[in-house]
């Protein structure tokens, strides 16, 4: 089992920056692939980054390409996502996720584990 618990979310105006993070606890975590997905009101859960084992490889949707970053520090079982020039249209419930095989990565269905989420909210 692996618990993860995000934080760091909250209200920011349009154009602003803000920083999430996920802390693991249970298992290895370098053993695991961590994810970002995010969920709006009435909308699916959409994949938003994700990065490899050792934070080698990091893979992004489209739509958050050159804004959001995606990271993790091992020694401190963390992934962040840190995200820049936000839009209203970020606003979402940000989840993290883990999971041990590469494949499938954009899809929720291939996550093992998952966060509470935590809110952010862009405003215009």
Do not use: H
Not at 23 to 47: D, H, I, L
């Amino acid at each position: 089992q692996v618990q993860l618990v995000e934080s760091g979310g909250g209200l920011v105006q349009a154009g602003g920056s803000l920083r999430v993070s996920c802390a693991a606890s249970g298992r290895t975590f370098s053993n695991y692939f961590m994810g970002w997905f995010r969920q709006a009101p009435g909308k699916e859960r959409e994949f938003v980054a994700a990065i490899s084992w050792g934070g080698g490889s990091t893979y992004y949707a489209d739509s958050v390409k050159g804004r959001f970053t995606i990271s993790r520090d091992n020694a401190k079982n963390t992934v962040y996502l840190q995200m820049n020039s936000l839009k209203p249209e970020d606003t979402a419930v940000y989840y993290c996720a883990a999971k041990t095989s590469l494949a499938n990565i954009r899809g929720p269905m291939g996550y093992d584990y998952w966060g509470q989420g935590t809110q952010v909210t862009v405003s215009s």
